[in-house]
């Protein structure tokens, strides 16, 4: 069974706009890691949140925690065409040593 | 990401073949993990290795095989194909992060392979 749920399963917004993608998660975590896949594509890495963190930056990227809701967000500022993709949420649970991923959100931005 | 690679990238095959998907990696990590991916869905953990004598079951791991046959190569076999197998397969590696702190089990996926079973 899946770990993380993504919400929204599918997001479409203009170019220049902020998106916003949620994660929520069953289990306690060590972290919790946000991963991009363009279509039919590997996924690539954006950033991890740790478990004692509540906050994180890269670059438009912005992360937040929260471990009393078991939830976490995504948001991308100012959005590209570029940034048209899959997003997932991977929690690795206590002790478990490996990633457990959401269904992913289908961000979709339009020019 | 180059450093991860896989083999074939698009395979057709028919119910019943012996399948062979294999991954390379360059990046000098001790685990490695097989994952599949359905349309529309996230990817589920079918076989992951921690090192080359490790082999661990994943969440799906019925139907499928694998081989680690060296630090940097990780073999996925389906040993009898059938149709609910078409799906794309995605190698990953990840380093524990040494001595120095955490497990933080970044994963490095291959480009996947498409497999269709028909």
């Known amino acids: 069974s899946q770990q993380g749920e993504e919400d929204p399963q599918a997001l479409s917004i203009q170019e220049g706009e902020n998106a916003t993608m949620n994660c929520s998660y069953k289990t306690s975590i060590n972290n919790l890691q946000w991963y991009r896949q363009n279509s039919g594509r590997g996924l690539v890495h954006l950033i991890l949140?740790?478990?004692?963190?509540r906050e994180k930056h890269s670059g438009r990227l912005r992360v937040t925690l929260d471990t009393s809701k078991k939830s976490s967000s995504l948001l991308i500022t100012a959005s590209r065409a570029a940034d048209t993709a899959s997003y997932f949420c991977?929690?690795?649970?206590?002790?478990?040593?490996?990633?457990?991923f959401g269904q992913g959100t289908r961000l979709t931005i339009n020019p | 990401d180059a450093d991860v690679t896989q083999t074939p990238r698009n395979r057709i095959t028919k119910t019943g073949k012996r399948i062979m998907l294999e991954c390379s990696q360059t990046?000098?990590?001790?685990?490695m993990y097989w994952y599949r991916q359905d349309p529309g869905l996230g990817l589920r953990l079918i076989y992951y290795s921690f090192d080359v004598k490790d082999i661990n079951k994943g969440e799906i791991s019925d139907g499928y095989s694998v081989s680690r046959q060296a630090q940097a190569k990780f073999s996925l076999s389906l040993e009898s194909a059938i149709p609910n197998q078409t799906a794309l397969y995605f190698c990953?590696?990840?380093?524990?992060?040494?001595?120095?702190?955490?497990?933080?089990?970044?994963?490095?996926f291959g480009p996947g392979t498409r497999l269709t079973v028909l």
């Open positions: 991977a929690t690795e649970p206590g002790g478990a040593q490996k990633l457990v």
């Open positions: 990953a590696t990840s380093d524990p992060g040494g001595l120095a702190g955490p497990s933080t089990d970044t994963q490095y």
């Open positions: 949140i740790r478990s004692n963190e």
């Open positions: 990046k000098g990590h001790d685990r």
